[in-house]
């Protein structure tokens, strides 16, 4: 169990500075996800920490000790990647025994290790394979059997179920959930799903092109988005954001929570902060765009001065598009930001 401490951290390819400066502290047992958009370097960050590129500025260290030159075969970690990287014409046995091999590990205790790996991985039956032989999933589970054999101390992940469909990816989410649960060992995970971040991680760290927008566990990134970036990034469907002074509605907003909205700001409001109820209520008026009725919960899309707001019920909807209809806002999820972006309060 291992813990990191990023200060500073600096990427430069060429003339173009990919990661601006990150500070991060890494507990423990924990279980850090990276996400962001394609681009952001999320990769590039964990690559730096897996000794796979130089740090160009600030410092990287594990333990207390700074490794931010140390070469990566002596970090003691293990990376796994979405490509899965095995080797084509080895079996699993000899994909997943292949850096003990390296390492002069005795025979029987690298059959015990790779054993009790494939056990944990559902992958007993598979040992003799090739991976050419095995589903996507399967060949997934190797390349986390093949980390968790050497007992690193930390595991590297870098979008690892990207290539699983649907089915597979939430299968094989679960398992690494349960298998951080039963081997404790910190993990840093790079993601753009933000769907994987918010169910596997103890804390999510936000990038947005090469710096960190926030940090902090799931419910409190929902709950308390530091800028509309994160407030839309995380959340599915996305908060819905609006002009204040768009909507006609929410100046009265001020008045009954006793916060300022300001004139210039936006208010942001979770899809599951919109009730739609029948026209001519109090409230804001809108027409109905879009049904999407998804079985146990309905996204109803409804324009509202020009701009499309979607509200998230539970029960189905007897509404049609086009049915004219009054929005009604639950205060209490109500988001303010500033005309930058930044949240000014959460009313
Ligand atoms: P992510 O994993 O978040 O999609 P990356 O870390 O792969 O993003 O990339 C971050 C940025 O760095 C991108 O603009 C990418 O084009 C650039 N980049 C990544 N690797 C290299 C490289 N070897 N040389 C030059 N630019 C690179
Ligand atoms: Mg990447």
């Given at each position: 169990?291992?813990?990191?401490?990023?200060?500073?951290?600096?990427?430069?390819?060429?003339?173009?500075?990919?990661?601006?400066?990150?500070?991060?502290d890494i507990h423990k047992n924990e279980f850090i996800v990276f996400v962001g958009p394609s681009g952001c370097g999320k990769s590039t960050l964990l690559r730096m920490i897996a000794g796979l590129e130089s740090i160009d500025g600030g410092s990287l260290h594990v333990d207390?000790?700074?490794?931010?030159?140390?070469?990566?075969?002596?970090?003691?970690?293990?990376?796994?990647f979405q490509s899965y990287a095995l080797y084509p014409h080895m079996t699993v046995y000899d994909n997943m025994s292949?850096?003990?091999k390296l390492a002069k590990v005795a025979p029987d205790v690298i059959k015990q290790k790779?054993?009790?790996?494939?056990?944990?991985?559902?992958?007993?039956?598979?040992?003799?394979?090739?991976?050419?032989?095995?589903?996507?999933?399967?060949?997934?589970?190797?390349a986390i059997g093949r980390a968790i054999v050497?007992?690193?101390?930390?595991?590297?992940?870098?979008?690892?179920?990207s290539n699983l469909d649907a089915a597979l990816r939430g299968q094989t989410r679960v398992e690494i959930h349960k298998l951080h649960r039963a081997l404790g060992v910190t993990t840093i995970y790079v993601?753009?799903?933000?769907?994987?971040?918010?169910?596997?991680?103890?804390?999510?760290?936000?990038?947005?092109?090469?710096?960190?927008e926030q940090v902090g566990a799931p419910l409190d990134l929902y709950d308390k988005p530091a800028n509309q970036f994160v407030a839309q990034f995380i959340g599915m469907p996305s908060m819905n954001i609006v002009k204040a002074a768009q909507l006609a509605?929410?100046?009265?907003?001020?008045?009954?929570?006793?916060?300022?909205?300001?004139?210039?700001?936006?208010?942001?409001?979770?899809p599951e902060g919109v009730r739609v109820l029948p026209a001519g209520r109090s409230g804001v008026p809108g027409k109905v765009e879009l049904i999407e009725s998804l079985?146990?919960?309905?996204?109803?899309?409804?324009?509202?001065?020009?701009?499309?707001?979607i509200s998230r019920q539970s029960e189905r909807t007897a509404l049609e598009v086009g049915d004219p209809v009054t929005l009604e806002f639950d205060l209490s999820s109500l988001h303010c930001f500033d005309s930058a972006g930044r949240m000014v309060a959460r009313i």
């Open positions: 169990m291992s813990f990191l401490q990023l200060r500073g951290v600096e990427k430069i390819f060429g003339q173009h500075k990919v990661i601006k400066g990150v500070d991060l207390g000790k700074n490794i931010t030159h140390l070469p990566s075969s002596q970090r003691d970690l293990a990376m796994v292949f850096a003990l790779v054993e009790h790996a494939a056990d944990i991985l559902n992958l007993s039956k598979y040992l003799q394979r090739t991976p050419k032989e095995l589903s996507g999933g399967q060949r997934q589970r190797v050497r007992a690193p101390k930390i595991f590297l992940f870098d979008e690892p179920l993601t753009h799903d933000q769907v994987e971040a918010m169910t596997l991680a103890d804390r999510v760290v936000v990038l947005r092109d090469g710096a960190i509605g929410f100046g009265s907003l001020s008045g009954q929570t006793g916060f300022p909205v300001p004139s210039d700001g936006l208010i942001g409001v979770r079985g146990a919960d309905t996204l109803i899309h409804v324009e509202v001065k020009g701009t499309s707001m």
